[in-house]
DNA sequence: GATCCTTTGAAGTTG
DNA sequence: CAACTTCAAAGGATC
C-alpha cells in the first residue's frame, strides 16, 4: 500500500541529509541519551524510514487509513491499543510508546522522578478511570519484569519541580485546602510535563546528529539549525513524527485525563518576561522591533553557525522562522492529518509573530515583506484544498530555498507546485495558509 | 544556581 | 475567534 498522502517518489524519502538513524551515525556521546543501540522512535512506531516508505507504510498504521480517502484517520482513543499496549497481553509484547525513553540511562525524554520506578504512573493510580481502561499491569506498579509496568512515563517529573510561589489555586479541591496543605499536595503531585510536540521529537532525535556533525554544543544554535532542517523535511518525514507527537498527546491524555497545559502554566520563571513583553508590544511595529533588536544586541545568529563546518548555516534563522509552520505540511502530510486538530490543520503560525522574528524580518530584507505581501494575497486560504492538491509542504520550501539546493530539490521532489515558489522567499506563502 | 537563548507545535489565556 | 503566551528539550551562556 502506499502512504495515503504522498505520492511521492520513494527516492524522496531517503533524498534527505538525514540519516533513517542518525544517532547511530553519532560518533559523539549523543547528547540525547537514547536507548541504547535503539532508534529513539522505532519502538513507538517503526517510523525508521524503513518502514516509513512511502511504499511500505507501517502495517500498524493501515487500520487508521480511511479506505475512502485513502487517509489515515485519526484513531479513536479506544483504538490506541495497537500502539500503546494496554491489555495485559500486549503489554509484554508491544514496547511502551515511549520505550525508547526508558532504557535510557540518563535523562529520559522527561526526567525521571525518584522513585517512579515504583509508580511509574500515578495519575493512573489517581484515576479510578484509569484504571480501568488501562491494564493492571500499568496501573499497578509490581512488575518490573515488563517492559512497561516499571516504567514511569516520562512526562512524570521529580515533585521537587521549581514552584512558583504557588499559585493557590491548581484544583477546586486542592484551593479548599489550606495553603500549607496545598503546598503538600503539589510537592506531591508529581509534575507532568507536556507531551513533545513532532517538532521536540526531532529535535531530541535529531539533535545528537547535528551536534556531532557541528562542532558547537549551544542548543541555541542547534535548534536554529534542527529548525531549519526541520523545514527541509519531506512530508512523509514530517509526518512521522506529527504522528508520533499525535500518539504522545493521546497517551498522554490517557494517562493524565486530568491533566492540563495550564497545570505547568508559571511553573517556569521567566526572567526575561517582561523583555519580552515589552517586545510583544512593539512587535505590532516592526521599526520599534528593529529597535528592540538592535538595542538587544542581539546575538547574531552568526554566532551560532558552526565556525568550521557548514551543517545548516542557522544563520539564516531568520529565514526560518519566516516560513516556520510546518503545521499546514502537517495536516497534509501527517497521517494524523484528518484527526489532526485544529491546530495542526490551521495552525497560526506563532512563530512568524515573535517580535524578533518580525524584528529580523524587517531587518533583513524589505524584499521579503514585499514577497510576503505578494504571497499573502497569493496564499491559500480559507477551507482545506484536497490534501494532494494542497500547494506545499509549507514549511519546507522556504527554507529548502533559502538553503542548500539540494534541499530544495527535495522538496521539489514532494510537491510538483515548487516551481512558483522557487523565486520566492516562500515563507510567506505558509503565512498565508491560513 | 536560575534563567536565557533558540527552534516548532500544542494548548492555554486574553481581548 | 484571532492574537498572544507558555511550555515542552537541551546545554552553553549569562545574570
Not at 500500500?1 to 527516492?11: A, E, H, R
Not at 499525535?246 to 490517557?254: A, D, V
Request: with cysteine.
Amino acid at each position: 500500500m502506499k502512504w495515503p498522502l504522498l505520492d511521492v517518489p520513494s527516492s524522496a524519502t531517503v533524498k534527505d541529509t538525514r540519516s533513517p538513524s542518525p544517532a547511530h551515525l553519532s560518533n559523539k556521546v549523543p547528547v540525547v541519551q537514547h536507548p541504547h543501540h535503539m532508534h529513539p522512535l522505532t519502538p513507538l512506531i517503526t517510523y525508521s524510514n524503513d518502514h516509513f516508505s512511502p511504499g511500505s507504510p507501517p502495517a500498524h498504521l493501515s487500520p487508521e487509513i480511511d479506505p475512502k480517502t485513502g487517509i489515515p484517520r485519526p484513531p479513536h482513543p479506544s483504538e490506541l491499543s495497537p500502539y500503546y499496549p494496554l491489555s495485559p497481553g500486549a503489554v509484554g509484547q508491544i514496547p511502551h510508546p515511549l520505550g525508547w525513553l526508558v532504557p535510557q540511562q540518563g535523562q529520559p525524554m522527561y526526567s525521571l522522578p525518584p522513585g517512579g520506578f515504583r509508580h511509574p504512573y500515578p495519575a493512573l493510580a489517581m484515576n479510578a478511570s484509569m484504571s480501568s481502561r488501562f491494564s493492571p499491569h500499568m496501573v499497578a506498579p509490581a512488575h518490573p519484569g515488563l517492559p512497561t509496568s516499571g516504567i514511569p512515563h516520562p512526562a512524570i517529573v521529580s515533585p521537587i519541580v521549581k514552584q512558583e510561589p504557588a499559585p493557590p489555586s491548581l484544583s477546586p479541591a486542592v484551593s479548599a485546602k489550606s495553603p500549607v496543605a496545598v503546598k503538600k499536595e503539589e510537592e506531591k503531585k508529581p509534575h507532568v510535563k507536556k507531551p513533545l510536540n513532532a517538532f521536540m521529537l526531532y529535535m531530541k532525535e535529531m539533535r545528537a546528529k547535528v551536534v556531532a556533525e557541528c562542532t558547537l554544543k549551544e542548543s541555541a544554535a542547534i535548534n536554529q539549525i534542527l529548525g531549519r532542517k526541520w523545514h527541509n523535511l519531506s512530508r512523509e518525514e514530517q509526518a512521522k513524527y506529527y504522528e508520533l507527537a499525535r500518539k504522545e498527546r493521546q497517551l498522554h491524555s490517557q494517562l493524565y485525563p486530568t491533566w492540563s497545559a495550564r497545570d505547568n502554566y508559571g511553573k517556569k520563571k521567566k526572567r526575561k518576561r517582561e523583555k519580552q513583553l515589552s517586545q510583544t508590544q512593539s512587535q505590532q511595529q516592526v521599526q520599534e522591533a528593529e529597535g528592540v533588536l538592535a538595542s538587544k544586541s542581539k546575538k547574531p545568529c552568526v554566532q551560532y553557525m558552526p565556525p568550521e563546518k557548514p551543517c545548516d548555516s542557522p544563520a539564516s534563522s531568520h529565514g526560518s522562522m519566516l516560513d516556520s509552520p510546518a503545521t499546514p505540511s502537517a495536516a497534509l502530510a501527517s497521517p494524523a492529518a484528518p484527526a489532526a486538530t485544529h491546530s495542526e490543520q490551521a495552525q497560526p503560525l506563532s512563530l512568524t509573530t515573535k517580535p524578533e522574528t518580525r524584528a529580523q524580518l524587517a531587518l533583513h530584507s524589505a524584499a521579503f515583506l514585499s514577497a510576503k505581501a505578494v504571497a499573502s494575497t497569493s496564499g491559500h486560504v480559507g477551507s482545506q484544498p484536497p490534501l494532494l492538491s494542497r500547494p506545499l509542504p509549507l514549511g519546507s520550501v522556504p527554507t529548502a530555498l533559502l538553503t542548500s539546493p539540494p534541499s530544495f530539490q527535495a522538496a521539489l521532489h514532494t510537491h510538483q507546485a515548487l516551481p512558483v515558489l522557487q523565486a520566492q522567499p516562500l515563507s510567506l506563502v505558509t503565512k498565508s495558509a491560513h
